[in-house]
């Protein structure tokens, strides 16, 4: 349990440091933001097309940040050292995941309060929709661990992650998007739930067996 | 070297047969040794030798192709063992303080060896120093202090003394006495030698 927080804090702490925190919020904050003025003032396509496209813009976030997750601890030799604790890599890795979660999930799923009222979303429905995505970005972490560590060797593997990722990532989209635009809000939502637990659940335990060939 | 000490009696490796190979060079063939506890084992071999594969495979990250290595007297065998290889398992932005704090969580070691270890390295004055402004000879340094930090009875080290001072050298040589003294094995992959007498030479040669 120890290993686990110790992991936990060290990479929340190396998130903040190197600024990696901000910059999938600014994606998305900036993505969002622009959709109103690339649709124009057509406020009833923003409010049927609008919703969604937070989906879109959370998505690319997450994928944008999961190359670098493992890369790093194969090649400072932090990996082997991971190893060597006595807890399990499974937990050392959904650790990871878990202080992935904090520092780029959450905000993104506040930050999706704004942005769905950018993007026309009616009021009544923005608590759902950052519920919402704090489900999808849960889920699209755990399958993005996956991804992450399959790809922890290649170099530039960015491009094979998204082939690797996005199509796990059709199910939280499709369900978060009913949610956003306000379509059995509540049966969508714990589907999503069922999502990410399910990604966290199998995440781990198929990203650490992906490391243990990459320690090789 | 007689061992008396916390680890008296607990490691001993034993290798039988070893073959390694990188892709399909076969760089160890039929490689067999025992080492018990207070032994020092130096390995010796060109560049590309496979050195540092047969290192690799002693920690259990490398599969062999063909032979066994049993680590006696410990019930996890990765439990039981250091890895100190030619990548120093340091995050830069992170001060060498913060290192030894997250080692300590992530091996299970006490406050007070935590504060002990980085003093016994000699990085007193570094400690909150972010690894990336260090030296490549204190970052070794900071890399050999996860030996100090949490006990454990074998140490595995590839080239140890790579960038390390006069001074650093003596200071791995009196930890790999001291480690000795305690009953620990050390194997360490090296070109020159360390300082302390081995107990035996291994030679690769692919």
């Given at each position: 349990m120890n290993a686990f927080v110790a992991t936990f804090r060290r990479d929340v702490a190396l998130m903040w440091a190197g600024g990696g925190a901000l910059a999938p919020l600014g994606f998305f904050l900036g993505a969002t933001m622009l959709v109103p003025l690339a649709m124009g003032p057509d406020r009833a396509l923003l409010e049927s097309a609008g919703p969604p496209l937070v989906w879109i813009a959370a998505a690319l976030a997450v994928l944008a940040t999961l190359e670098r997750l493992f890369q790093a601890d194969l090649e400072d030799g932090s990996l082997d050292q991971m190893m060597l604790s006595p807890a399990p890599l499974e937990a050392l890795v959904l650790a990871k995941g878990a202080a992935m979660w904090c520092v780029i999930g959450l905000p993104l799923a506040l930050a999706g309060a704004p942005a769905a009222i950018a993007l026309q979303a009616p009021p009544s429905l923005v608590p759902a929709i950052v519920l919402s995505l704090a489900l999808g970005t849960a889920a699209f972490i755990g399958v993005g661990l996956i991804g992450a560590a399959v790809t922890a060797g290649v170099k530039r593997g960015g491009v094979l992650i998204a082939l690797i990722v996005l199509p796990f990532f059709a199910p939280p989209i499709i369900f978060g998007s009913a949610v956003a635009g306000g379509d059995e809000v509540g049966a969508a939502l714990s589907i999503l739930a069922g999502c990410a637990l399910a990604a966290l659940a199998l995440g781990p335990i198929a990203a650490a067996a992906a490391l243990r060939l990459q320690a090789e | 070297m007689s061992a008396s000490g916390p680890f008296q009696d607990k490691p001993a490796l034993r290798v039988e047969s070893l073959t390694l190979s990188r892709g399909e060079r076969i760089l160890v063939r039929a490689l067999s040794f025992d080492a018990g506890a207070g032994e020092y084992v130096e390995v010796r071999g060109g560049n590309g030798s496979g050195k540092t594969t047969l290192l690799r495979a002693l920690a259990g990250f490398v599969k062999p192709r063909a032979g066994k290595i049993a680590v006696e007297g410990a019930e996890e065998p990765t439990l039981a063992l250091h890895y100190v290889g030619h990548l120093n398992g340091l995050k830069g932005a992170a001060t060498a303080y913060a290192h030894a704090q997250h080692w300590a969580g992530l091996f299970g070691a006490s406050a007070a060896r935590r504060d002990g270890a980085l003093a016994r390295v000699g990085l007193t004055a570094q400690?909150?120093?972010?690894?990336?402004?260090?030296s490549q000879g204190q970052a070794r340094r900071l890399a050999l202090a996860r030996l100090v930090l949490a006990p454990r009875p074998i140490w595995l080290l590839d080239e140890p003394a790579a960038a390390l001072d006069a001074r650093g050298r003596e200071m791995l040589s009196a930890l790999i006495e001291a480690h000795r003294a305690d009953g620990g094995l050390v194997v360490a992959a090296v070109h020159d030698a360390l300082g302390p007498e081995p107990s035996q030479t291994l030679t690769v040669t692919a």
């Amino acid at each position: 349990m120890n290993a686990f927080v110790a992991t936990f804090r060290r990479d929340v702490a190396l998130m903040w440091a190197g600024g990696g925190a901000l910059a999938p919020l600014g994606f998305f904050l900036g993505a969002t933001m622009l959709v109103p003025l690339a649709m124009g003032p057509d406020r009833a396509l923003l409010e049927s097309a609008g919703p969604p496209l937070v989906w879109i813009a959370a998505a690319l976030a997450v994928l944008a940040t999961l190359e670098r997750l493992f890369q790093a601890d194969l090649e400072d030799g932090s990996l082997d050292q991971m190893m060597l604790s006595p807890a399990p890599l499974e937990a050392l890795v959904l650790a990871k995941g878990a202080a992935m979660w904090c520092v780029i999930g959450l905000p993104l799923a506040l930050a999706g309060a704004p942005a769905a009222i950018a993007l026309q979303a009616p009021p009544s429905l923005v608590p759902a929709i950052v519920l919402s995505l704090a489900l999808g970005t849960a889920a699209f972490i755990g399958v993005g661990l996956i991804g992450a560590a399959v790809t922890a060797g290649v170099k530039r593997g960015g491009v094979l992650i998204a082939l690797i990722v996005l199509p796990f990532f059709a199910p939280p989209i499709i369900f978060g998007s009913a949610v956003a635009g306000g379509d059995e809000v509540g049966a969508a939502l714990s589907i999503l739930a069922g999502c990410a637990l399910a990604a966290l659940a199998l995440g781990p335990i198929a990203a650490a067996a992906a490391l243990r060939l990459q320690a090789e | 070297m007689s061992a008396s000490g916390p680890f008296q009696d607990k490691p001993a490796l034993r290798v039988e047969s070893l073959t390694l190979s990188r892709g399909e060079r076969i760089l160890v063939r039929a490689l067999s040794f025992d080492a018990g506890a207070g032994e020092y084992v130096e390995v010796r071999g060109g560049n590309g030798s496979g050195k540092t594969t047969l290192l690799r495979a002693l920690a259990g990250f490398v599969k062999p192709r063909a032979g066994k290595i049993a680590v006696e007297g410990a019930e996890e065998p990765t439990l039981a063992l250091h890895y100190v290889g030619h990548l120093n398992g340091l995050k830069g932005a992170a001060t060498a303080y913060a290192h030894a704090q997250h080692w300590a969580g992530l091996f299970g070691a006490s406050a007070a060896r935590r504060d002990g270890a980085l003093a016994r390295v000699g990085l007193t004055a570094q400690a909150e120093l972010p690894v990336r402004v260090l030296s490549q000879g204190q970052a070794r340094r900071l890399a050999l202090a996860r030996l100090v930090l949490a006990p454990r009875p074998i140490w595995l080290l590839d080239e140890p003394a790579a960038a390390l001072d006069a001074r650093g050298r003596e200071m791995l040589s009196a930890l790999i006495e001291a480690h000795r003294a305690d009953g620990g094995l050390v194997v360490a992959a090296v070109h020159d030698a360390l300082g302390p007498e081995p107990s035996q030479t291994l030679t690769v040669t692919a």
